[in-house]
């Protein structure tokens, strides 16, 4: 069943509705903590996996005004970004070292150059889909294997000390997120249709958006803890001072800094500075950035460090 007389099928029309929705709550989520690096790296995810939809299901279609073979660069080449993101997301957000080689090297010797050369040169030189995908597939196809076992192992080691039940359900929920991207060359291959694609990708997401809201709510927890232990800090506002004088804080965010460990909250430091929250906010976001902490917390703990 497709919508709007295009080639997009209902099912995917839904997941891009869905997906955009959480992209919005995403972004104001990440607006309101702009450091939080493992949403900065989901949100990517959630965009490429966005343009991946839209792409996979408006393309191809004879009746749009763009070249049948342009079409086909396009709706592959989103299908490959976004598996080649995957390395480099699992890397980043959740600091699998073991992945480094595959993210920096791997992916664009075995994902992206087989890309660029059946999917990409070959095509438009010969207009020959068919064939682009008989031999375009091969590498990926083998190259997925090998990622996929990379993936698993990578994770089996960064879990290893943490074998409590949490963590087999997290590990779980990786091995859930990564199968089905394992099985794309074979989709495309075989090409089983947009429905079948759509529902094996998505269904990945959806896992691995489990495993976000999952580690978010942990990481919210842990950080209360460490925010409940930061009352014990006894803080010696002399050191505060010449830390100010080392780090080249200005007036103002000296004045900020020293309220923020007496443990006021940004509205409680505008109003005693009469100034904006968002205004407090911002001079403890440059303070994040001059002191490298990624925390209230840790910024107490810079600020009093002799």
């Not at 295009?6 to 990440?30: K, P, S």
């Not at 299908?79 to 993210?103: E, I, N, T």
């Not at 505060?240 to 780090?247: A, E, G, H, I, T």
């Not at 904006?276 to 001079?283: D, L």
Request: aromatic share 14%.
């Amino acid at each position: 069943m497709l919508v709007f007389g295009t080639e997009m099928h209902v099912v995917t029309f839904i997941f891009v509705v869905l997906e955009m929705v959480m992209l919005i709550c995403q972004l104001l989520l990440y607006f309101l903590r702009p450091r939080d690096g493992h949403r900065k790296w989901y949100l990517v995810l959630l965009v490429l996996l966005i343009i991946y939809n839209i792409t996979g299901g408006l393309f191809p279609d004879p009746k749009l005004d763009i070249p049948l073979n342009l079409q086909y660069i396009i709706a592959y080449g989103s299908g490959f970004v976004m598996a080649s993101y995957f390395p480099l997301y699992f890397y980043k957000a959740f600091d699998l070292k073991l992945l480094r080689f595959h993210a920096l090297y791997g992916v664009p010797l075995f994902l992206l150059l087989p890309y660029l050369v059946f999917f990409v040169f070959t095509l438009l030189l010969t207009g020959d889909l068919h064939l682009s995908i008989r031999y375009g597939m091969i590498a990926p196809f083998f190259y997925s294997i090998v990622l996929l076992w990379a993936i698993l192992r990578a994770i089996r080691t960064a879990y290893r000390r943490n074998r409590n039940h949490n963590y087999y359900l997290e590990e779980i929920m990786v091995y859930c997120a990564v199968a089905p991207w394992a099985s794309m060359t074979i989709i495309s291959y075989f090409e089983f249709g947009q429905l079948t694609e759509v529902l094996f990708t998505n269904l990945g997401f959806i896992a691995i958006t489990t495993m976000f809201i999952f580690q978010a709510v942990r990481r919210g927890r842990l950080e209360s803890l460490r925010l409940s232990e930061a009352d014990l800090i006894i803080v010696d506002f002399l050191v505060v001072d010449k830390n100010c004088k080392r780090l080249n804080l200005s007036i103002r965010e000296c004045e900020v800094v020293k309220l923020v460990c007496e443990r006021l909250k940004n509205r409680e430091i505008a109003e005693k500075l009469f100034i904006s929250e968002r205004t407090v906010e911002k001079h403890i976001e440059n303070m994040f950035a001059k002191t490298g902490a990624a925390s209230r917390l840790e910024l107490i703990e810079q600020m009093n460090r002799r």
